[in-house]
C-alpha cells in the first residue's frame, strides 16, 4: 500500500490543523494507521495511531485530550486532528500502516512522505 499524507502548514498555538494519509489500492481495511512525527534534530516519536476496524486508538500522553484519529474506509484515508497546537508539536508527521495500532515504528511496514506542521507562539 502507498500512502501520502497531506494537510500540514503553519498554524499559530491554539489552533487547529488537520492532517489527511491518503492509501492507494483496496487493502486499507488490513492495516492500521499509525502517525509519528520528527521535530528538528530530535528522534521520530509516536503520537497517535488506530486499529483496522477503527475501535481502538492508542494515544501518546503528550497528546491526548489535543488530538483524535480517524478513518473513513470508503475514501481510503486516515485523518489526524489536531486542537490546542503548541510549539511543541512542530514537526514533520508521518503516517504509516501495519497490523496493529502500536507504538513502535518498526511494527509499521508503509510510510508516508511526511508533512511539515508549523506552530508559532
Known amino acids: 500500500v502507498q500512502l501520502r499524507a497531506s494537510g500540514g502548514g503553519l498554524v499559530q498555538a491554539g489552533g487547529s490543523l488537520r492532517l489527511s494519509c491518503a492509501a492507494s489500492g483496496r487493502s486499507f481495511g488490513r492495516y492500521a494507521i499509525g502517525w509519528f512525527r520528527q521535530a528538528p534534530g530530535k528522534e521520530r516519536e509516536f503520537v497517535i495511531a488506530?486499529?483496522?476496524?477503527?475501535?481502538?486508538?492508542n494515544y501518546a500522553d503528550s497528546v491526548k485530550g489535543r488530538f483524535t484519529i480517524a478513518r473513513d474506509s470508503a475514501k481510503n484515508t486516515a485523518y489526524l486532528q489536531m486542537n490546542s497546537l503548541k510549539p511543541e508539536d512542530t514537526a514533520v508527521y508521518y503516517c504509516?500502516?501495519?497490523?496493529?495500532?502500536?507504538?513502535?515504528?518498526?511494527?509499521?511496514?508503509?510510510w508516508g512522505q511526511g508533512t511539515l506542521v508549523t506552530v508559532s507562539s
Open positions: 488506530i486499529s483496522r476496524d477503527g475501535t481502538i486508538t
Open positions: 504509516a500502516a501495519g497490523p496493529v495500532e502500536s507504538s513502535d515504528e518498526e511494527i509499521y511496514d508503509y
